[in-house]
């Protein structure tokens, strides 16, 4: 017997009782501030190259399937606004991106938007809808049984054509559903509104990292008991020439719509579309519900770059 044991053996019944109860507190606390693992348990998503599920989007990436095009000619005339000379103003110097195939078309009735309402709703906020739908069926989860949940609502968002669009109209043909209908807060609040959800719902927009930050603020809010099922989402159209325009200005896009990051024949980036979303569970409250784990967050983190040599140039230290 070590000396510890025979210490132990010795204390009292009250004191040993004691000492087991600090232990376990302790070894609470411990398992408290560690970050507890976040599974994913649904995804739902909508992008390039027909992709309208995660098996499809399986099939696009193992078979480094090609999803670049044209702009479609419902967006604009590319003809009109492209120009070959990079420093043309007012003109863009490439013609092809990353596009979704029939944005416009929305099932209102089926998520109780009157035909009227829908016309004023931006084609984001409608692929936000259906695709989170799709990701809570994925997820095996019940939208009617999610009333009064504690479930969090993170969506990443930051463009507004189709505002854009509409402001470019008669002002007379603006109503009540306008604002509602392009608001970034009610992107995510309409999702939330719909299946009577009562977690946080925010939308968010750090440009290119939107959706990221999107589950990192859903694993916290999970994680710190705020929320029990979250839903982290990023949502993104190209419905106007006006942004390709001012990225042409600052020579960010590739002129073949291709990203071709790490390589010596880098030369920018590709616009491009689509809606992804992920349901989010605390892992042990998956694993004890019986839940298809398909993926497991065991950790995250956000900060800003600060002072580099320009405000789009990144800081290599503070990224590290």
Not at 58 to 66: A, G, K, N, R, T
Not at 75 to 94: C, I, L, Q, S
Not at 178 to 189: Q, W
Not at 229 to 255: D, F
């Amino acid at each position: 017997m070590s000396e510890l044991q025979e210490r132990l053996a010795n204390l009292p019944p009250k004191r040993l009782a004691l000492l087991v109860l600090d232990l376990q507190k302790r070894l609470d606390a411990q398992k408290r501030s560690a970050p507890e693992p976040i599974a994913v348990v649904g995804v739902g998503c909508r992008f390039p190259g027909g992709v309208d599920s995660p098996a499809a989007y399986w099939d696009v990436l193992s078979q480094s399937v090609d999803a670049v095009g044209e702009v479609p000619v419902d967006r604009w005339d590319v003809d009109a606004f492209f120009d070959a000379d990079p420093d043309a103003p007012g003109k863009m110097y490439t013609r092809a991106g990353h596009f979704l195939a029939g944005v416009d078309g929305f099932d209102a009735g089926f998520f109780g938007v009157s035909p009227r309402e829908a016309v004023s709703l931006d084609p984001q906020q409608r692929l936000l809808l259906e695709v989170a739908w799709a990701a809570l069926e994925d997820a095996g989860q019940v939208p009617a049984r999610l009333a009064g949940s504690r479930t969090g609502v993170f969506v990443g968002i930051g463009t507004d054509d189709y505002s854009l669009l509409l402001r470019s109209a008669d002002p007379a043909g603006m109503d009540a559903y306008t604002g509602t209908g392009n608001a970034f807060s009610v992107a995510a609040g309409r999702l939330s509104y719909l299946l009577g959800l009562q977690g946080p719902s925010m939308a968010v927009d750090t440009a290119c990292s939107s959706s990221l930050v999107a589950v990192h603020l859903a694993c916290r809010s999970l994680r710190s008991g705020e929320s029990d099922l979250a839903l982290a989402a990023g949502v993104h159209l190209v419905l106007t020439p006006e942004g390709t325009i001012y990225l042409s200005r600052t020579k960010a896009l590739s002129p073949d719509g291709r990203c071709k990051t790490f390589d010596a024949a880098a030369d920018g980036y590709g616009r491009g579309e689509g809606c992804g979303v992920v349901v989010l569970k605390r892992l042990s409250d998956a694993q004890r519900n019986g839940d298809r784990v398909l993926a497991v967050v065991r950790g995250s983190a956000v900060n800003h770059d600060g002072p580099s040599s320009g405000l789009t140039v990144p800081n290599g230290l503070a990224q590290q």
